[in-house]
């Protein structure tokens, strides 16, 4: 039950800033290579040093570690590299990351509703078929 | 005399946006346990999965992949995010329909973005997050989403000067 209210209050919140601040997670490193403005770029890079710092903080305050995480093997590591490109070169071409597609969406852009149409066909896809021919294909 | 423009609405700069985000999503999969699996506090992809995977395991009672997480009650950020942002958009005179031609393109964008997402393990912020959180896995996937974004804007500026 907590999940869902944090999620929702702490998505309530981000949403309502990403459409204020038009944030995008691609759009940074994007638009630094095609006109070097740093805009987007800088909140980037505020999102992951803010966490950097509070992951410690919060794990000091609450007495327990984050992770531990899973050793990688190579089979994962590799799926996860694949799997991070083609995020990013997806979300290139789609012209924002999937937040930006999420607030695009509620400001009325359609394409940005067609993209979050296939965005949950597609995790059906990869759930019912993507998936078992992933593991079936590899050792 | 008030003509209403989009400069006179509420302005956050990116950098705010990254700083409070970064600490929603660390509180959120500290403190009020969004978790396991580690660092899940937020993700676009992840958890409109497991809206979407524990919705339909209710009503046609499959037995889709649903993130231990979300196993009693689903993330619902999707919903957060898009409530947010209809409420930015509206209180600050930027909602309005628009509707460019690439529908189909924008569709199958989506779906490939969701699958790639969901065998990386994450949506771009989710990535980060990891990274930040000190997995491996979410650094060589980072990485990986930089790669990616480079060589999708090297190819939007190919095709744009051919």
Redesign the interface.
Same mark, same amino acid.
């Given at each position: 039950m907590t999940t869902a209210v944090v999620t929702l209050l702490a998505g309530a919140v981000i949403g309502y800033l990403g459409q204020r601040s038009r944030m995008c997670f691609v759009g940074g490193i994007r638009d630094f290579i095609l006109v070097r403005d740093t805009y987007l770029l800088r909140g980037l890079i505020a999102f992951g040093l803010t966490a950097w710092v509070a992951f410690p903080l919060a794990s000091l305050v609450l007495h327990s570690n984050i992770g531990p995480f899973a050793q990688a093997d190579a089979v994962t590591v590799v799926l996860t590299i694949a799997g991070g490109f083609g995020v990013g070169y997806f979300s290139t071409l789609a012209n924002g990351c999937p937040l930006r597609q999420h607030v695009l969406a509620a400001q009325g852009v359609k394409s940005s509703i067609a993209y979050l149409a296939g965005f949950f066909v597609g995790a059906v896809v990869f759930h019912v078929w993507v998936a078992s021919l992933v593991s079936r294909v590899l050792p | 005399m008030t003509t209403k423009t989009i400069s006179d609405? /509420?302005?956050?700069?990116? %950098?705010?946006?990254?700083?409070?985000?970064?600490?929603?999503?660390?509180?959120?999969g500290?403190? &009020?346990?969004?978790r396991p699996p580690?660092?899940y +506090? /937020?993700c676009?992809?992840c958890? #409109?999965?497991d809206l979407?995977?524990w919705t339909?395991n209710i009503v046609f009672h499959t037995h889709? @992949?649903v993130a231990s997480?979300?196993a %009693? &009650?689903?993330?619902? @950020?999707?919903?957060?995010?898009?409530?947010?942002?209809? /409420?930015?958009?509206k209180t600050?005179g930027?909602?309005? =329909?628009?509707?460019?031609e690439?529908?189909?393109k924008?569709?199958?964008? #989506?779906?490939?973005?969701?699958?790639?997402?969901?065998?990386?393990?994450g949506?771009? /912020?989710r $990535? $980060? $997050?990891r990274?930040?959180?000190?997995?491996?896995?979410?650094v060589? +996937? &980072? #990485?990986?989403?930089?790669?990616?974004?480079?060589?999708?804007?090297? =190819? $939007?500026?190919w095709r744009a000067v051919r």
């Amino acid at each position: 039950m907590t999940t869902a209210v944090v999620t929702l209050l702490a998505g309530a919140v981000i949403g309502y800033l990403g459409q204020r601040s038009r944030m995008c997670f691609v759009g940074g490193i994007r638009d630094f290579i095609l006109v070097r403005d740093t805009y987007l770029l800088r909140g980037l890079i505020a999102f992951g040093l803010t966490a950097w710092v509070a992951f410690p903080l919060a794990s000091l305050v609450l007495h327990s570690n984050i992770g531990p995480f899973a050793q990688a093997d190579a089979v994962t590591v590799v799926l996860t590299i694949a799997g991070g490109f083609g995020v990013g070169y997806f979300s290139t071409l789609a012209n924002g990351c999937p937040l930006r597609q999420h607030v695009l969406a509620a400001q009325g852009v359609k394409s940005s509703i067609a993209y979050l149409a296939g965005f949950f066909v597609g995790a059906v896809v990869f759930h019912v078929w993507v998936a078992s021919l992933v593991s079936r294909v590899l050792p | 005399m008030t003509t209403k423009t989009i400069s006179d609405g /509420i302005r956050i700069t990116a %950098v705010q946006m990254g700083i409070a985000a970064g600490l929603l999503a660390v509180v959120a999969g500290t403190f &009020f346990e969004v978790r396991p699996p580690e660092a899940y +506090g /937020i993700c676009m992809a992840c958890h #409109g999965r497991d809206l979407l995977n524990w919705t339909l395991n209710i009503v046609f009672h499959t037995h889709l @992949t649903v993130a231990s997480a979300s196993a %009693v &009650f689903p993330a619902l @950020t999707t919903l957060g995010v898009i409530f947010g942002a209809v /409420i930015g958009a509206k209180t600050n005179g930027e909602f309005r =329909w628009y509707s460019p031609e690439s529908f189909f393109k924008e569709f199958v964008y #989506g779906a490939l973005v969701m699958n790639f997402a969901l065998l990386a393990g994450g949506c771009s /912020i989710r $990535l $980060l $997050l990891r990274s930040a959180a000190g997995d491996f896995a979410g650094v060589v +996937g &980072f #990485g990986g989403m930089v790669a990616g974004v480079i060589a999708g804007t090297i =190819w $939007l500026r190919w095709r744009a000067v051919r």
